[in-house]
Each structure stands twice: as C-alpha cells, then as structure tokens.
C-alpha cells in the first residue's frame, strides 16, 4: 500500500479509516489525480435475540448477517502545490448478505465530501459527513469492537444524528497529537433548524498512550420533528493503551431539550477493554443507555458483550461475538411494567481491501 504525501484528512480522522490496497493514477488535463479503492465485507453466522417493548417475550432467529455493514469507498486527492492538495471520499454502504444497498434513498449514506487540505493550515470539507459526535468524539476507537460485529455496543452518541447532509467542516493542523474542528450544517428545510458543533482531540500526546475527545453539537430536534426545534449534546471519549498493549476505552454522551416542551433526556455511557491472548485479542464492552422524561416510550437498557478478534493476515480477521442485554420498560405514570432480556451469539469473517 503507498500513503499519500500529506494525508487527507488529518490524524484525528485517519484514526478510523480502512486500508486501500488498489491504487491508479487519472489524469485529467494538466493536473494528476491519486485514486484508491477501499472497503470491507464482514458476515457472520448468528443466534440473535429480539426484545417485545410491550410484553416479556423474547424471540431469537438463527441467520447470516452482517457483522458490519459492508463498504466500499473511492478517494481521490490532487496536489495543487508542495503545502496544498484537493480531495474527495466517496463511501456507499451494502448488505452483503444479500447484496442490497443499505439504504435505498442514499447511495454514499456513509459520506461524500470534497476539500481541501494543507498541513500549514488544516482540512477543510464540504457534502455529507458524519456530525461531530459520531466522526470524532466517540467514534470507534473509543469501544473495543470498534463499532463492529455483532457484540458491538453500536451507537454511542445518545440521541445525536449520525449523519449530516449539507455540512461544512474545518479541522486545524495538528499540534503534539491535538486538533481541534467544527462543522456546520444548513436545515434547508422550513421544519429543520441548522446545524453546529466542535471537537477537540488528542491522539497520543507527547508520545503517551493516551486518546481523548470531547465535543458539543446542536442540531434538529430527533422527536419533535415536525417542526424548527433543536437538542443538545455533549460528548466525550477516552482511550489508553499500556505498555503491554493492554487497552481500556469510555465513552459518555448526553442529549438534552429532547421533546417539544425540552424536557427530554438521553445518556448514554460505554465502557471497554481489549487485552491480547494468543493469536488475537480478547474484547469485553459494557454499555448503560437511560432514557428520562417520556416514560410510557422509555426504555432503559444495558448491554454486556464479550468477544474474541482472531487476525489471520493484516486483511482477514476472524471474530466471535457474545451479548446479553436487557431492557427496562415503563407505563406511563413512571412505574415498572417489565424487564426483559436476551442473549445472542455468533461468528463472523471479516476483509478489508
């Protein structure tokens, strides 16, 4: 695999990017353009579970899943001058068990941007992206399965929105492992307010095994929708890795004015390890969702995953999954109805390309 001269998104964003191994040059009038391919296919064989939020039941299915959804990601860069080069990512998502697109309204739904970058001046992009809490500030390294298979702990960011449509972004060259960044989101729509947050993230400073990101965005409010109504939240993700390469990882994450009155709340709280053994690594992740204010929709939940990640090459990996979660449901005038759980488990094979 080559690496591009000056990266294309600075070291806080390259922290979460897959490998490219194919490569080609296009030139288009007088200027070169690097191209690479990426992506990834990740299947699992399963005994999942499925939760009534009404009654005590609970279902299981045996299938052929995705571990993680499958990708595959174009990417380009242009160099404009020995400080300055222009870039694009274009993502698609897929499920490759049944080779469907993941969402038949978005083509590239993980992210499709065009920018410019300099290592004097930082990174600037523009199209769709992830908010700020989802990109930076607890994005999978910060959660032992990394967001993947089927033992993940999947999404951390309380009731933030993954995705922005519209957005702009600016990150600041990195200084000693730091940067720090804001995105901008236009609602374009008389019901959606605009959106904005901020980030800053440390990776390893002054050579310490230390990760840490906390950021704040405001954006659309996600269940009162039918009209201009924003929420608030506020992040932070943390990670360390020992000498012994032993890694132990948080995040926190807390949505508040949910609702058409504000009076909504969502926190969610991940906590993780990854330790080598053998061959691989064992990865054990522990997550507390609490949802307040609306009981006859709230549903508290816990979540404990245990799994093994088995590398057979820098591409292939092998990856057991265990999971246990239960579900707290509540009758409208706050009371207990019923708690529910279930227990899934699996195998996966995963490539990246």
Excluded at 14 to 42: F, P, Y
Excluded at 52 to 76: H, L, P, V, W
Excluded at 127 to 141: E, Y
Excluded at 166 to 181: E, I, S
Aim: hydrophobic share 35%; net charge negative.
């Amino acid at each position: 695999m080559q690496h591009f001269k000056h990266s294309l998104i600075p070291l806080a964003l390259c922290a979460v990017a897959t490998a490219a191994n194919a490569q080609s040059n296009i030139t288009t009038g007088n200027d070169a353009v690097q191209m690479s391919i990426s992506g990834r296919i990740d299947l699992e064989m399963l005994n999942k579970y499925s939760l009534s939020t009404t009654n005590n039941t609970t279902g299981t299915q045996e299938a052929i899943d995705d571990g993680s959804t499958g990708r595959i990601k174009f990417s380009g860069t242009s160099k404009i001058s020995d400080d300055l080069n222009s870039f694009f990512d274009l993502e698609l998502r897929a499920k490759f068990d049944s080779g469907t697109q993941d969402d038949s309204t978005a083509l590239f739904k993980d992210k499709a941007w065009v920018g410019l970058n300099s290592v004097k001046y930082g990174t600037m992009r523009m199209g769709r992206m992830s908010g700020p809490l989802n990109d930076i500030v607890v994005a999978g390294r910060y959660e032992a399965f990394g967001g993947d298979s089927y033992a993940s702990m999947g999404s951390r960011q309380a009731s933030a929105t993954d995705k922005w449509n519209n957005a702009f972004n600016y990150q600041t060259p990195v200084f000693d492992g730091f940067a720090a960044g804001f995105t901008f989101r236009k609602g374009e729509s008389a019901t959606a307010a605009n959106s904005a947050g901020f980030y800053g993230t440390y990776a390893n400073p002054a050579g310490t095994g230390l990760g840490l990101s906390v950021g704040w965005q405001q954006e659309q409010d996600s269940v009162y929708t039918t009209a201009m109504n924003d929420m608030e939240t506020a992040g932070l993700g943390i990670n360390y890795k020992f000498s012994n390469n032993v890694t132990i990882m948080s995040t926190w994450a807390r949505t508040s004015r949910l609702g058409q009155n504000d009076n909504l709340s969502n926190t969610t709280f991940t906590a993780g390890a990854k330790v080598p053994y053998g061959p691989g690594e064992i990865r054990v992740s522990y997550e507390n969702i609490d949802m307040s204010g609306a009981f006859s929709t709230e549903v508290d939940k816990e979540l404990v995953s245990i799994g093994y990640h088995w590398p057979l090459n820098k591409s292939t990996s092998v990856n057991f999954s265990l999971k246990n979660e239960k579900n707290k449901n509540f009758n409208s005038d706050g009371s207990d109805k019923n708690t529910v759980q279930g227990t899934g488990y699996g195998v996966g094979l995963r490539m990246a390309f």
